[in-house]
T-cell receptor
Framework: DAKTTQPPSMDCAEGRAANLPCNHS???????VYWYRQIHSQGPQYIIH???NNETNEMASLIITEDRKSSTLILPHATLRDTAVYYC???????????FGTGTRLKVLA | GAVVSQHPSRVICKSGTSVKIECRSL??????MFWYRQFPKQSLMLMAT?????????EQGVEKDKFLINHASLTLSTLTVTSAHPEDSSFYIC???????????????FGPGTRLTVL
């Protein structure tokens, strides 16, 4: 079973920040949190990952709570092309496997 | 960097035939490759994990004799769906992790997927 839970869908206005939450309350100390997105009929695209500290790259920011039981992916200025299903994944401890949850379907509105 | 390709992107076949799907890492050495399947409006389901030169490890409920996986080199893995039936119709996606070319062993890089339709 997936170790993460996410809201099934969210809307965001174009140009505004999109904040996508993820709960991973059973995460263990050395498990990373990964975020991917999947645009319709394509393979998932890597966005960002982190362990304890907040992370930022050219696509997004990742905020991880101090207890590591939840995280938020932030797309600072959402565009229509950001419409996709966003997956939060905790890699299975001791392996390189990902178990995908149901993800959040983000719709960016014009 | 860290680009993964799949071929073909789309295939239609008759029931009972076998179909081979290729997954290639274009600019890095893929020490581990993964195969997933995705049904419409559902999430990705991991089918198997393969390491170069080793037998694949299949997830529970995945028939290894039906879904043959070969990872013969550091840039190529193949998935063969044997004696395909309509219920095998799905979107098959591979991913790879590895070293060099900007890739990381900790991160999976996904191919664009192959849509299989079995008539």
């Amino acid at each position: 079973d997936a170790k993460t839970t996410q809201p099934p869908s969210m809307d965001c206005a174009e140009g505004r920040a999109a904040n996508l939450p993820c709960n991973h309350s059973t995460i263990s100390g050395n498990e990373y949190v990964y975020w991917y997105r999947q645009i319709h009929s394509q393979g998932p695209q890597y966005i960002i990952h982190g362990l304890k500290n907040n992370e930022t790259n050219e696509m997004a920011s990742l905020i991880i709570t101090e207890d590591r039981k939840s995280s938020t992916l932030i797309l600072p200025h959402a565009t229509l092309r950001d419409t996709a299903v966003y997956y939060c994944i905790v890699r299975v401890d001791g392996t390189y496997k990902y178990i995908f949850g149901t993800g959040t379907r983000l719709k960016v509105l014009a | 960097g860290a680009v993964v390709s799949q071929h073909p992107s789309r295939v239609i076949c008759k029931s009972g035939t076998s179909v081979k799907i290729e997954c290639r890492s274009l600019d890095f050495q893929a020490t581990t490759m993964f195969w997933y399947r995705q049904f419409p409006k559902q999430s990705l389901m991991l089918m198997a994990t393969s390491n170069e030169g080793s037998k694949a490890t299949y997830e529970q409920g995945v028939e290894k004799d039906k879904f043959l996986i070969n990872h013969a080199s550091l840039t190529l893995s193949t998935l063969t769906v044997t004696s395909a039936h309509p219920e095998d119709s799905s979107f098959y996606i591979c991913s790879a992790s590895g070293t060099s070319g900007g890739a990381s062993t900790d991160t999976q890089y996904f191919g664009p997927g192959t849509r299989l339709t079995v008539l």
